[in-house]
């Protein structure tokens, strides 16, 4: 798996390519977590979003598909001890409904054939009145971006889709969202960050 490979080098090819972008994100989501919150986050990756909200929540269950990047992730948060680390399919989570206050899954809706679909397995392990945080880089209208893009599918990273902010508005509204707030982390890369209040 590309991820498995990739896991050791993402982070200093984040912070090389889009360090602003990439340092700013976690902290950003931060902001939306409460203290009595119990948190999953989907597609954790290195742990770069992991590791900036455990100290803001109760309780956070990170999960990825890739065995390589829970293992960055477990070791970004070890000195905490209110989460979790586990290999979950984003697609079929294996949590009742209703269980998380916040669910996150960030940067991950480009690469899966079944975006929508995953959005309603979100919204399905949310509690009533909470929220899906849903970040994803917008690169498909910047011409660096594309080039960068490209770059990664030869390394093997498969994009089933690239947004631009009004593209990414339009997903979730045909996705049936009609009420969600949108704002966007400005950078090389820049990346809007979907909230959703179910």
Not at 41 to 46: D, F, Y
Request: glycine residues 6%; positive net charge; contains cysteine.
């Amino acid at each position: 798996m590309f991820w498995n490979k990739a896991a050791r080098f993402y982070d200093f090819f984040e912070t090389v390519y889009n360090g602003k972008v990439y340092r700013s994100l976690g902290k950003r989501i931060a902001l939306e977590m409460d203290p009595d919150d119990t948190v999953l986050e989907c597609a954790c990756g290195t742990g770069i979003i992991s590791r900036q909200i455990a100290p803001k929540c109760l309780q956070l269950t990170a999960t990825d598909v890739s065995k390589g990047m829970l293992r960055q992730t477990a070791k970004k948060c070890r000195r905490f001890d209110n989460v979790k680390i586990r290999r979950a399919d984003i697609m079929h989570l294996k949590y009742q409904d209703g269980t998380f206050d916040k669910v996150i899954a960030a940067n991950v809706l480009h690469l899966l054939q079944n975006p929508a679909g995953a959005l309603k397995e979100l919204e399905r392990v949310c509690k009533t009145g909470g929220r899906i945080i849903i970040p994803t880089y917008i690169n498909a209208s910047e011409g660096v971006n594309r080039k960068a893009v490209h770059l990664l599918e030869l390394a093997g990273v498969r994009f089933m889709r690239q947004f631009d902010i009004r593209s990414y508005r339009q997903f979730f509204e045909h996705a049936g969202y009609k009420n969600f707030d949108c704002s966007v982390i400005s950078g090389r890369m820049p990346c809007a960050i979907a909230v959703i209040t179910k």
